[in-house]
C-alpha cells in the first residue's frame, strides 16, 4: 500500500483516527465508542453578538457492542475508510457514490451494510461535525445546483470566467468554491440578489436586470446548496457587498433567509464558514400583499405544516425580533402565503420593473 | 394459503320466506306459480269485465280508466297447492344450485354426507369412493374444463338401502330420516340428494341411478328414479335386481349439468377439506381429468356414535310448544313435559305447570291460548339443567391434530376441543384448529433463494399473505359465503396480535396459517337451506372465539420461544458479523498495516462475553425438546417431529 511516501493531510490523519478509537478500545477490553455531537435544535446556540449559530457541546456517544447501534457503528467506520480512500487519491466525489463505495454484502450472510442512500448520508454528517472538517475538507461535493450572473470575472481551474458575458444562463456555481478552487478576479457590482426560484432569476437576468442596477444575480433553486452559500459569503467578506434575499412569502422562504443568515441547524458548526449575519430580506414580506396590490386570489391558503413550520419559527430566538415577530404573525393572521411567481399576475416584467426597484429605492427590508 | 371472502349472494335474505313458505305450501299465496292451468277458466268471467269497462269507458269522458277488476270469486279460483318440489325447482338457489360449478359440487357433497352418516351410523369406517366423469357429447369427449356435463358417482360400503325406501329417498323432497330426530347428522333435512336428482333431472333429463345391497346374502337392487315435481312423489323408471360386485353398500349416480374448476370452493378442495376433519374415512377420488387420488386412513377409529335427544325445553318456541302439546300421548301436562323433553324430570314438570298457574290434571290438548302462553313463560323462568352433550360427537383433538398434519404443511400444529355449550336449547360443541408455518421444507427453500444480495428497494419479507379459514358444520366443510358466517367473524374478531400474529384492522390474521373450526351439533343453525354459514348466536361465537383463543395462546408461546432463540442467535450472529466490518475497514485505514487477527480477536471476546456464551447455545439448542407445556400440539422442525403423532403418519412422512 504505502508505496509513495506522501505526507497525509490533516483531514485523513482524524479518519484514521477512528481506526485507532477501536483498536485502542480493543486493546483495553472496553466497547469501542465514538463521542458524536448532537446534530439537533437542544444543542444549538445562537450568538446574539455574531449573529450566528453555535453547535453546542452535548455529545452522543455510539457504541459497538450496543444492539442498537452496531451497525450503525460498523457503517461510521465503513464510509470513514471510504473518505479516507478519497483522500489518498486527491479525488471528490458525491453522496450518492460515497453510498455505492461502501455497499457490499456482509460476508456470510445475507445482509447489505447498505440499504438506502437515506442511511449513509447522515453518517457523513456526523463524521464531519465529530472530525470537525468540512463537507469540502472530506471531499465530498454536492450538485452544482446554483446559477450566477454579474459584472464579476472568477478563475476557476486556471479558466477565467466573466460572469458579464455568459448570457441569460450565466455560471454554474460548483459545489467547491473555497479560495483554492475557485479565485475571484474581480468584482466592479454594488451588491448581491440571492432568489430562492429559478423562474424569478431567469427573469431577472433575461431582462438584464443586474446590469441596470450593477448587482450580482445568485440563486440556488430552493435551499441554497453550500457552494452558493459559501460564494455569496465570500463575495459579502471580501467584497464587502451587501447581501439581499428574495425568498416566497411561506415559513419555508422565511428559513431559507435564516440558514442564509445564520446558518442551519443540522450544520451549525459551519455557519462561521457560510453564513452571512448581515444578509437583508427584500421579499417577499406579508406586507407586500397591501403594498403592491396583490389580489387576494392570488394567494395560497397555509395549511396544516405551514402554520405549524410558522409556530417553530416564531419561537426561535433568531427571529426574536419585533420586525420579524409581526411579519410572521402577519402572515398567519391573514391566513396566505404567496408565491414570487404571483408577482406575474400583474405583469410578466412586474418584479424587474416595478417590485425590485420600488423595494430598493425605499429600503424596503427586515434584518 | 390465501383465502380471500367471496362476493355474497344474496340467497341469506330469501332464505327465511322460503323455509315458510316450504313448511307452509298450502297458505302460500299465488303470484310465483304459472297460471297456465288456470288461465282457461278465468277467461270468461275475465272477457266480461274487460266488456263492461269498455261500455262505461264509451259512456263517461275517458278520464282516469279504472284498472280491470278481479272479484274474490276469480281470485279464489286461482288459488292452488305448490309442491315443495315446484317451489324448489324455480328456486334452486336456495339449494346450493345457483351456478354450474357450484351445483357440481353441491351434487357430490350431499351424495358424500348421505354415504358417510350412513355409514357411521351402521358403524362402518367407511370407505367412500367419488367419481366425476366428463359426458361426451355427441362423438367428442370435451376436456374437464370446458366441459358442461358431468357423472358424479359415489359408491360407499355402508348398510344400504332397502329396496321400498330407495325411491322415495332419492326422488322426494323432505323425505329422510334426520329431520324429525334430535341427532348430530350431516344432514337435516332430507331436501339434500333428492334435490341433487331433481337438478340432474332439469339440467340433463337423466334420472338418478342408484344401485344399492344390503348384505352379501342379499341382492344387489338397481332403481332409475325421478321425481314427479307437481306431486313430489318418486316416479320409478326402471328396477331390476343385479349382479353387483361390492357385498354391501351403495352407489348413486346423477348426471347433471356442471362446471369443473379447480381452486377455490372447488370439489377438490372439498375432498380435502373432507379429509381433514374426517381422518377415519378412507376416500378415493377420481378427477374429471381422470387423476385418481388416494386419501388413506389416518384414523383407526370410528367417532363415537351420537345419540338421539329429545328437545329441550328452553330450545323451543311457542308454536312448537302447541304442536308438542297437540301431538302429545303424555295424559297430564306434566308428564307431557317429563315425557317428550329432555331434562324434564317428573318434580321439574310439576314444578313448571304450579308455576304456570295450571290444574295439575289438565290434559295437554286443552292447552290453548292464555294457558299455553303462560306455561311457555313458565318453562323459561324454571331453572333446568342444560341438555344433555352425549348425543354429539366432537371429532377430537387427536383426530383434528391427525387431519391437519396429513394435509397441510406446517410447522405447528395445535387443535383444541370446547366442552358443550347450549344455544336456544341445543347442545353443541366448538372444535378449533391451527396448522402454522410452510413446512420445514419450505424454510430451506427460502433461505436458498435469499443468497442473492438484495439491491436497493428489495426486501426479504415474504409476501403478506392471509390466514386460511376452513369451517365445518358436523364435520362437512363449508366452502362459500363465508363472510356471512359466524366462524369467520368470531375469527376476524379475535385479537390475533397477542399471539404475536399480525393482523390489520378487519382483516384476517396475516401469515402462512390455516385455521380450522368444527361445530358439532344436533341443529347446526345454519343461515340458508344450502348449508353454507353457521348464524352468528351470541353463545356460538363466544365458544369459537374461547377455542381460538386457545389456539392463538399456544402459537403464541410456540412463536415467542423460536423468536427468542432466533434473536438470541442474531445478535451473536451480528456482532461477529460486523466485526468482520469494522477491522477490515480499520485495517486499511491504517494503510494495511494493523494486526487484524489479534484486533478480531480482542473484540470476539468481548462479544462472546455480552451475549450471553453457551447460555445462548442451550437457548437455541437441542435440548430444549418437545412441544413444551403445549398440549394436543406438534412442532415439526427440520429435525424431525415432536408431539402428538398420529401412529399413521409416521411412515407417510418417512
Given at each position: 500500500?504505502?508505496?509513495?511516501?506522501?505526507?497525509?493531510?490533516?483531514?485523513?490523519?482524524?479518519?484514521?483516527?477512528?481506526?485507532?478509537?477501536?483498536?485502542?478500545?480493543?486493546?483495553?477490553?472496553?466497547?469501542?465508542?465514538l463521542?458524536?455531537?448532537?446534530r439537533?435544535?437542544?444543542?444549538?446556540?445562537?450568538?446574539?453578538?455574531?449573529?450566528?449559530?453555535?453547535?453546542?457541546?452535548?455529545?452522543?456517544?455510539?457504541?459497538?457492542f450496543?444492539?442498537?447501534?452496531?451497525?450503525?457503528?460498523?457503517?461510521?467506520?465503513?464510509?470513514?475508510?471510504?473518505?479516507?480512500?478519497?483522500?489518498?487519491a486527491?479525488?471528490?466525489?458525491?453522496?450518492?457514490?460515497?453510498?455505492?463505495?461502501?455497499?457490499?454484502?456482509?460476508?456470510?450472510?445475507?445482509?447489505?451494510?447498505?440499504d438506502?442512500?437515506?442511511?449513509?448520508?447522515?453518517?457523513?454528517?456526523?463524521?464531519?461535525?465529530t472530525?470537525?472538517?468540512?463537507?469540502?475538507?472530506?471531499?465530498?461535493?454536492?450538485e452544482?445546483?446554483?446559477?450566477?450572473?454579474?459584472?464579476?470575472?472568477?478563475?476557476?481551474?486556471?479558466?477565467?470566467?466573466?460572469?458579464?458575458?455568459?448570457?441569460?444562463?450565466?455560471?454554474?456555481?460548483?459545489s467547491?468554491?473555497?479560495?483554492?478552487?475557485?479565485?475571484?478576479?474581480?468584482?466592479?457590482?454594488?451588491?448581491?440578489l440571492?432568489?430562492?426560484?429559478?423562474t424569478?432569476?431567469?427573469?431577472?437576468?433575461?431582462?438584464?436586470?443586474?446590469?441596470?442596477?450593477?448587482?450580482?444575480?445568485?440563486?440556488?433553486?430552493?435551499?441554497?446548496?453550500?457552494?452558493?452559500?459559501?460564494?455569496?459569503?465570500?463575495l459579502?467578506?471580501?467584497?464587502?457587498?451587501?447581501?439581499?434575499?428574495?425568498?416566497?412569502?411561506?415559513?419555508?422562504?422565511?428559513?431559507?433567509?435564516?440558514v442564509?443568515?445564520?446558518g442551519?441547524?443540522?450544520?451549525?458548526?459551519?455557519?462561521?464558514?457560510?453564513?452571512?449575519?448581515?444578509?437583508?430580506f427584500?421579499?417577499?414580506?406579508?406586507?407586500?400583499?397591501?403594498?403592491?396590490?396583490?389580489?387576494?386570489?392570488?394567494?395560497?391558503?397555509?395549511?396544516?405544516?405551514?402554520?405549524?413550520?410558522a409556530?417553530?419559527?416564531?419561537?426561535?430566538?433568531?427571529?426574536?425580533?419585533?420586525?420579524w415577530q409581526?411579519?410572521?404573525?402577519r402572515?398567519?393572521?391573514?391566513?396566505?402565503?404567496?408565491?414570487?411567481?404571483?408577482?406575474?399576475?400583474?405583469?410578466?416584467?412586474?418584479?424587474?420593473?416595478?417590485?425590485?426597484p420600488?423595494?430598493?429605492?425605499?429600503?424596503?427590508?427586515?434584518? | 394459503?390465501?383465502s380471500?371472502?367471496?362476493?355474497?349472494?344474496a340467497?341469506?335474505?330469501?332464505?327465511?320466506?322460503?323455509?315458510?313458505?316450504?313448511?307452509?305450501?298450502?297458505?302460500a299465496?299465488?303470484?310465483?306459480?304459472?297460471?297456465?292451468?288456470?288461465?282457461?277458466?278465468?277467461?270468461?268471467?275475465?272477457?266480461s269485465?274487460?266488456?263492461?269497462?269498455?261500455?262505461?269507458?264509451?259512456?263517461?269522458?275517458?278520464?282516469a280508466?279504472?284498472?280491470p277488476?278481479?272479484?274474490?270469486?276469480?281470485?279464489?279460483?286461482?288459488?292452488?297447492?305448490?309442491?315443495?318440489?315446484?317451489?324448489?325447482?324455480?328456486?334452486?338457489?336456495?339449494?346450493?344450485?345457483?351456478?354450474?360449478?357450484k351445483?357440481?359440487?353441491?351434487?357430490?357433497?350431499?351424495?358424500?354426507?348421505?354415504?358417510?352418516d350412513?355409514?357411521?351410523?351402521?358403524?362402518?369406517?367407511?370407505?367412500?369412493?367419488?367419481?366425476?366423469?366428463?359426458?361426451?357429447?355427441?362423438e367428442?369427449?370435451?376436456?374437464?374444463?370446458?366441459?358442461?356435463?358431468?357423472?358424479?358417482?359415489?359408491?360407499?360400503?355402508?348398510?344400504?338401502?332397502?329396496?321400498?325406501?330407495?325411491?322415495?329417498?332419492f326422488a322426494?323432497?323432505?323425505?329422510g330420516?334426520?329431520?324429525?330426530?334430535?341427532?348430530?347428522?350431516?344432514?337435516?333435512?332430507?331436501?339434500?340428494?333428492?334435490?341433487?336428482?331433481?337438478?340432474?333431472?332439469?339440467?340433463?333429463?337423466?334420472?338418478?341411478?342408484i344401485?344399492?345391497?344390503?348384505?352379501?346374502?342379499?341382492?344387489?337392487?338397481?332403481?332409475?328414479?325421478q321425481?314427479?315435481?307437481?306431486?313430489?312423489?318418486?316416479?320409478i323408471?326402471?328396477?331390476?335386481?343385479?349382479?353387483?360386485e361390492?357385498?354391501?353398500?351403495?352407489?348413486?349416480?346423477?348426471?347433471?349439468?356442471?362446471?369443473?374448476?379447480?381452486?377455490?370452493?372447488?370439489v377438490?378442495?372439498?375432498?380435502?377439506?373432507?379429509?381433514?376433519?374426517?381422518?377415519?374415512?378412507?376416500?378415493?377420488?377420481?378427477?374429471?381429468e381422470?387423476?385418481?387420488?388416494?386419501?388413506?386412513?389416518?384414523?383407526?377409529?370410528?367417532?363415537?356414535?351420537?345419540?338421539?335427544?329429545?328437545?329441550?325445553?328452553?330450545?323451543?318456541?311457542?308454536?312448537?310448544?302447541?304442536?308438542?302439546?297437540?301431538?302429545?300421548?303424555?295424559?297430564?301436562?306434566?308428564g307431557?313435559?317429563?315425557?317428550?323433553?329432555?331434562?324434564?324430570?317428573?318434580?321439574?314438570?310439576?314444578?313448571?305447570?304450579?308455576?304456570?298457574?295450571?290444574?295439575?290434571?289438565?290434559?295437554?290438548?286443552d292447552?290453548?291460548?292464555?294457558?299455553?302462553?303462560?306455561?311457555?313463560?313458565?318453562?323459561?323462568?324454571?331453572?333446568?339443567?342444560a341438555?344433555?352433550?352425549?348425543?354429539?360427537?366432537?371429532i377430537?383433538?387427536s383426530?383434528?391434530?391427525?387431519g391437519?398434519?396429513?394435509?397441510?404443511?406446517?410447522?405447528?400444529?395445535?387443535?383444541v376441543?370446547?366442552?358443550?355449550?347450549?344455544?336456544?336449547?341445543?347442545?353443541f360443541?366448538?372444535?378449533?384448529?391451527l396448522a402454522?408455518?410452510?413446512?420445514?421444507?419450505?424454510?430451506?427453500?427460502?433461505?436458498?433463494?435469499?443468497?442473492?444480495?438484495?439491491?436497493?428497494?428489495?426486501?426479504?419479507?415474504?409476501?403478506?399473505?392471509?390466514?386460511?379459514?376452513?369451517r365445518?358444520?358436523?364435520?362437512?366443510?363449508?366452502?362459500?359465503?363465508?363472510?356471512?358466517?359466524?366462524?369467520?367473524r368470531?375469527?376476524l374478531?379475535?385479537?390475533?396480535?397477542?399471539?404475536?400474529?399480525?393482523?390489520?384492522?378487519?382483516?384476517?390474521?396475516?401469515?402462512?396459517?390455516?385455521?380450522?373450526?368444527?361445530m358439532?351439533?344436533?341443529?347446526?343453525?345454519?343461515?340458508?337451506?344450502?348449508?353454507?354459514?353457521?348464524?352468528?348466536?351470541?353463545?356460538?361465537?363466544?365458544?369459537?372465539?374461547?377455542?381460538?383463543?386457545?389456539?392463538?395462546?399456544?402459537?403464541?408461546?410456540?412463536?415467542?420461544?423460536?423468536e427468542?432463540a432466533?434473536?438470541?442467535?442474531?445478535?451473536?450472529?451480528?456482532?461477529?458479523?460486523?466485526?468482520?466490518?469494522?477491522?477490515?475497514?480499520?485495517?486499511?485505514?491504517?494503510?494495511?498495516?494493523?494486526?487484524?487477527?489479534?484486533?478480531?480477536?480482542?473484540?470476539?471476546?468481548?462479544a462472546?462475553?455480552?451475549?450471553?456464551?453457551?447460555?445462548?447455545?442451550?437457548?437455541?439448542?437441542?435440548?430444549?425438546?418437545?412441544?413444551?407445556?403445549?398440549?394436543?400440539?406438534?412442532?415439526?422442525?427440520?429435525?424431525?417431529?415432536?408431539?402428538?403423532?398420529?401412529?399413521?403418519?409416521?411412515?407417510?412422512?418417512?
Amino acid at each position: 500500500m504505502a508505496t509513495k511516501t506522501r505526507r497525509p493531510t490533516a483531514v485523513e490523519k482524524k479518519l484514521v483516527g477512528i481506526a485507532d478509537v477501536v483498536i485502542s478500545a480493543a486493546q483495553r477490553r472496553k466497547d469501542p465508542t465514538l463521542a458524536i455531537p448532537v446534530r439537533a435544535l437542544s444543542n444549538i446556540t445562537f450568538n446574539e453578538r455574531r449573529g450566528l449559530l453555535e453547535m453546542g457541546k452535548r455529545k452522543q456517544a455510539r457504541s459497538f457492542f450496543n444492539m442498537a447501534m452496531a451497525k450503525k457503528f460498523m457503517q461510521t467506520v465503513l464510509v470513514a475508510d471510504a473518505l479516507a480512500e478519497l483522500q489518498r487519491a486527491n479525488l471528490t466525489t458525491s453522496l450518492r457514490e460515497i453510498y455505492y463505495r461502501t455497499k457490499h454484502t456482509i460476508k456470510n450472510s445475507h445482509e447489505n451494510t447498505l440499504d438506502t442512500q437515506d442511511e449513509s448520508d447522515p453518517l457523513i454528517e456526523d463524521l464531519e461535525v465529530t472530525l470537525e472538517a468540512l463537507r469540502e475538507e472530506l471531499h465530498v461535493r454536492a450538485e452544482n445546483a446554483g446559477s450566477i450572473v454579474g459584472p464579476l470575472v472568477l478563475v476557476d481551474d486556471g479558466d477565467q470566467v466573466n460572469c458579464a458575458r455568459l448570457g441569460k444562463g450565466g455560471y454554474s456555481v460548483p459545489s467547491i468554491v473555497e479560495p483554492e478552487y475557485l479565485q475571484i478576479r474581480r468584482c466592479t457590482a454594488d451588491f448581491v440578489l440571492l432568489v430562492e426560484k429559478g423562474t424569478q432569476w431567469n427573469r431577472l437576468s433575461e431582462d438584464k436586470f443586474w446590469r441596470r442596477y450593477n448587482c450580482i444575480l445568485l440563486t440556488g433553486n430552493g435551499q441554497p446548496p453550500r457552494g452558493v452559500r459559501r460564494l455569496a459569503r465570500r463575495l459579502h467578506e471580501e467584497h464587502s457587498l451587501p447581501v439581499y434575499v428574495l425568498v416566497d412569502n411561506d415559513p419555508w422562504g422565511y428559513y431559507i433567509y435564516s440558514v442564509i443568515k445564520q446558518g442551519s441547524i443540522n450544520l451549525a458548526f459551519e455557519s462561521q464558514r457560510m453564513a452571512i449575519p448581515k444578509a437583508k430580506f427584500v421579499g417577499l414580506s406579508s406586507a407586500d400583499a397591501e403594498s403592491y396590490g396583490l389580489p387576494r386570489n392570488v394567494g395560497i391558503k397555509l395549511n396544516d405544516k405551514d402554520i405549524a413550520r410558522a409556530r417553530e419559527l416564531l419561537s426561535y430566538t433568531w427571529f426574536a425580533k419585533k420586525p420579524w415577530q409581526e411579519e410572521i404573525k402577519r402572515m398567519l393572521a391573514s391566513g396566505l402565503k404567496y408565491e414570487l411567481d404571483a408577482l406575474a399576475n400583474k405583469d410578466f416584467q412586474y418584479l424587474t420593473k416595478r417590485y425590485l426597484p420600488r423595494k430598493l429605492k425605499e429600503k424596503d427590508w427586515l434584518d | 394459503m390465501a383465502s380471500k371472502t367471496s362476493s355474497r349472494t344474496a340467497k341469506t335474505k330469501s332464505s327465511a320466506a322460503a323455509k315458510t313458505a316450504a313448511a307452509r305450501p298450502r297458505l302460500a299465496t299465488a303470484p310465483a306459480k304459472p297460471a297456465a292451468a288456470s288461465a282457461k277458466p278465468a277467461a270468461a268471467p275475465a272477457k266480461s269485465a274487460t266488456a263492461a269497462t269498455l261500455e262505461a269507458a264509451a259512456r263517461k269522458p275517458p278520464v282516469a280508466k279504472p284498472a280491470p277488476t278481479v272479484t274474490a270469486v276469480e281470485m279464489g279460483a286461482r288459488q292452488r297447492d305448490i309442491s315443495v318440489s315446484e317451489f324448489f325447482t324455480k328456486n334452486r338457489h336456495l339449494l346450493g344450485f345457483d351456478n354450474p360449478r357450484k351445483a357440481l359440487l353441491t351434487c357430490v357433497k350431499e351424495a358424500v354426507d348421505n354415504a358417510l352418516d350412513a355409514c357411521e351410523e351402521a358403524g362402518i369406517l367407511p370407505d367412500v369412493v367419488v367419481r366425476l366423469e366428463v359426458v361426451a357429447q355427441g362423438e367428442t369427449t370435451p376436456p374437464a374444463s370446458q366441459a358442461t356435463r358431468f357423472r358424479i358417482t359415489v359408491t360407499d360400503n355402508g348398510p344400504g338401502i332397502v329396496r321400498q325406501q330407495i325411491p322415495p329417498i332419492f326422488a322426494k323432497l323432505l323425505y329422510g330420516s334426520k329431520f324429525h330426530r334430535l341427532r348430530q347428522s350431516r344432514g337435516q333435512q332430507g331436501i339434500g340428494i333428492s334435490a341433487a336428482g331433481m337438478y340432474g333431472q332439469l339440467t340433463t333429463g337423466k334420472p338418478v341411478q342408484i344401485i344399492s345391497r344390503t348384505s352379501a346374502r342379499a341382492p344387489a337392487h338397481y332403481f332409475e328414479v325421478q321425481i314427479d315435481t307437481k306431486k313430489n312423489e318418486p316416479r320409478i323408471l326402471e328396477k331390476k335386481q343385479i349382479t353387483w360386485e361390492a357385498p354391501r353398500g351403495t352407489q348413486v349416480t346423477l348426471e347433471v349439468e356442471g362446471r369443473y374448476q379447480k381452486g377455490r370452493a372447488s370439489v377438490d378442495e372439498y375432498v380435502e377439506q373432507t379429509i381433514i376433519a374426517n381422518p377415519h374415512v378412507k376416500l378415493t377420488y377420481v378427477t374429471p381429468e381422470g387423476e385418481t387420488k388416494e386419501f388413506a386412513r389416518t384414523f383407526e377409529q370410528l367417532p363415537a356414535s351420537p345419540r338421539e335427544i329429545k328437545p329441550h325445553p328452553y330450545g323451543i318456541e311457542l308454536g312448537m310448544l302447541l304442536k308438542m302439546l297437540h301431538d302429545t300421548k303424555g295424559h297430564t301436562v306434566s308428564g307431557f313435559l317429563s315425557g317428550d323433553f329432555s331434562r324434564v324430570s317428573p318434580a321439574v314438570g310439576e314444578e313448571i305447570v304450579k308455576t304456570a298457574g295450571l290444574s295439575p290434571r289438565a290434559r295437554p290438548r286443552d292447552v290453548h291460548g292464555e294457558a299455553a302462553e303462560s306455561l311457555y313463560k313458565a318453562i323459561q323462568t324454571t331453572k333446568i339443567m342444560a341438555p344433555p352433550t352425549n348425543c354429539l360427537s366432537p371429532i377430537g383433538e387427536s383426530a383434528i391434530l391427525s387431519g391437519l398434519y396429513q394435509q397441510i404443511k406446517g410447522e405447528f400444529y395445535t387443535a383444541v376441543s370446547r366442552p358443550p355449550a347450549v344455544y336456544r336449547g341445543n347442545p353443541f360443541v366448538i372444535e378449533a384448529g391451527l396448522a402454522y408455518g410452510r413446512g420445514p421444507e419450505a424454510a430451506d427453500s427460502g433461505a436458498a433463494k435469499k443468497d442473492v444480495p438484495l439491491a436497493e428497494g428489495e426486501s426479504n419479507d415474504a409476501d403478506h399473505e392471509l390466514a386460511r379459514v376452513i369451517r365445518y358444520a358436523n364435520r362437512v366443510p363449508l366452502l362459500y359465503q363465508p363472510s356471512a358466517c359466524a366462524v369467520t367473524r368470531a375469527v376476524l374478531d379475535t385479537t390475533w396480535r397477542n399471539y404475536g400474529i399480525a393482523q390489520s384492522r378487519g382483516a384476517l390474521p396475516a401469515g402462512p396459517m390455516v385455521i380450522f373450526v368444527h361445530m358439532a351439533s344436533v341443529w347446526v343453525p345454519f343461515t340458508s337451506e344450502s348449508k353454507e354459514a353457521i348464524a352468528d348466536y351470541d353463545e356460538i361465537h363466544k365458544e369459537i372465539n374461547l377455542a381460538l383463543r386457545e389456539c392463538g395462546r399456544r402459537l403464541g408461546a410456540f412463536l415467542r420461544r423460536r423468536e427468542r432463540a432466533h434473536s438470541e442467535f442474531r445478535r451473536r450472529n451480528i456482532f461477529e458479523l460486523y466485526i468482520e466490518e469494522v477491522v477490515d475497514s480499520c485495517n486499511r485505514l491504517k494503510g494495511g498495516r494493523l494486526p487484524t487477527a489479534k484486533l478480531k480477536e480482542q473484540l470476539q471476546t468481548m462479544a462472546l462475553k455480552l451475549t450471553g456464551g453457551n447460555k445462548t447455545d442451550q437457548l437455541m439448542g437441542r435440548n430444549g425438546g418437545g412441544p413444551e407445556g403445549l398440549p394436543h400440539s406438534i412442532i415439526v422442525t427440520p429435525d424431525g417431529v415432536e408431539g402428538a403423532v398420529p401412529p399413521g403418519a409416521a411412515e407417510k412422512t418417512a
